[in-house]
């Protein structure tokens, strides 16, 4: 009332701005996407980004095994391949998102009382992970750099994340990178756990 202006500014701009914006990592903007829009997509998104990356590491272990066995008639029992690379990619997220929700709550307890916060932080997160989408475009147009664009998409989505968590929680940089790594770490424990099983991740 004092100012005789709008708290978020982003409810006079264009959805195109305010996504230009969410792209770049602005904090304002995402602010205004968590608690001032009604965006209920993180599960689907949530689904498509996990089914973008095990489509990826299907492809790859196709590549791999492609000349393994040329007489192979039985070419579709490989899709039971991409439903494990599916469940990989699912355990390895939820790990991901359990250590980043683990080290929060230990480190500062009083944020998360609730279960509305755990739930309002996990959507926070699902919806920071829409770079995953960029992995479709990366394998389609195939080229020399795509190992290095994956390297790219991986630190977009965990700078993404960091700010989600910055938002949600109004905390300085430091406590979100912290709860990502110990996030990283749980994640390829789980990686890690997976190859001593001898299954390919």
Known sequence: KSCQKPVDKYIEYDPVIILINAVLCKAQAYRHILFNTKINIHGKLCVFCLLCEAYLRWLQLQDSSQNVDPDDLIRYAKEWDFYRMFGIASLEQTSFLLGILITLWWMRPEMLKTKSDFILLLKALLLSSYGKLLLIPAVIWEHDYTPLCLVFIKVFVLIS???????????NRMLPWLAIIFGLILENGVVCLFQKMGWDV
């Open 161 to 171: 994340n960091s700010q989600a968590i910055r938002v949600t929680l109004n905390l």
